[in-house]
């Protein structure tokens, strides 16, 4: 079935650094990805998307690109701020799931001045 | 555009009582919702996916008689936990998928409703 694999976290950075959470993600057929961000106490925000492969999705400096060859949608920022400090989530929708969601576990990233 | 509301948007309750969350499109019309629960530290759990006018099509493991879901018209979906017990306290999130001008794929989120049963 569809499934979503995220990197393991939680994720320590200080401020600037470079940014990668790795998502992988296995479906028949051709899903759209995703990568949503929750902050503390909230619901879920869309990131960013791509729908076919070779598309990179961006938004507020995150960036990923759907690879199907290698059927991963890494998210990638250059220089992070105290406030993307959230629990990001890979996600996947399309294929054999009839436009249900499928989510990644959950990535906590933490962010020092 | 796109905006989903959730109330309330924290709720405690006593055990054995009944409690309603609503969920609402605001600019939208959503021909189909969904409900999931999120545990503390964890992925979102797909619990049931509401079509307006029909039945709601729950997830494996899923207590039909105890969540009760409701979805009368295109802009309004209700999640009622009945007989909550403490077991049920957890974050409820909704997110319902526009028709039109959005991708058949993308969802939008509400803000969640904190669930607390004492």
């Known amino acids: 079935g569809d499934s979503v694999t995220q990197m393991e976290g939680p994720v320590t950075l200080s401020e600037e650094a470079f940014l990668t959470i790795n998502c992988t993600y296995t479906?028949?057929?051709?899903?759209?990805l995703f990568w949503y961000v929750q902050y503390p106490g909230e619901g879920l925000q869309l990131l960013l998307k791509?729908?076919?492969?070779?598309d990179k999705g961006s938004n507020k400096g995150f960036e990923a690109t759907y690879r199907k060859e290698t059927t991963s949608f890494h998210l990638e920022k250059g220089s992070v701020q105290v406030s993307d400090s959230a629990v990001y989530f890979c996600?996947?929708?399309?294929?054999?799931?009839?436009?249900?969601?499928?989510f990644g576990q959950g990535t906590i990233l933490t962010v020092h001045p | 555009g796109a905006v989903v509301s959730q109330h309330p948007s924290r709720v405690i309750c006593k055990s054995g009582t009944s409690v309603k969350i609503e969920c609402r499109s605001l600019?939208?019309?959503?021909?189909?919702m969904f409900w999931y629960r999120q545990f503390p530290k964890k992925s979102l759990m797909l619990m049931a996916t509401?079509?307006?006018?029909?039945?709601?099509?729950?997830e494996q493991g899923v207590e039909k008689d105890k969540f009760l879901i409701n979805h009368a018209s295109l802009t309004l979906s209700t999640l009622t936990v009945t007989s909550a017990h403490p077991e049920d306290s957890s974050f409820y999130i909704c997110?319902?998928?526009?028709?039109?001008?959005?991708?058949?794929?993308?969802?939008?989120f509400g803000p969640g409703t904190r669930l607390t049963v004492l």
């Open positions: 997110s319902a998928r526009a028709s039109g001008r959005y991708s058949y794929n993308e969802q939008f």
């Open positions: 479906a028949t057929g051709y899903p759209s």
């Open positions: 791509a729908t076919k492969a070779d």
């Open positions: 996600a996947q929708a399309g294929g054999t799931s009839y436009g249900k969601l499928t």
């Open positions: 600019d939208f019309q959503a021909t189909t």
């Open positions: 509401s079509n307006e006018g029909s039945k709601a099509t729950y």
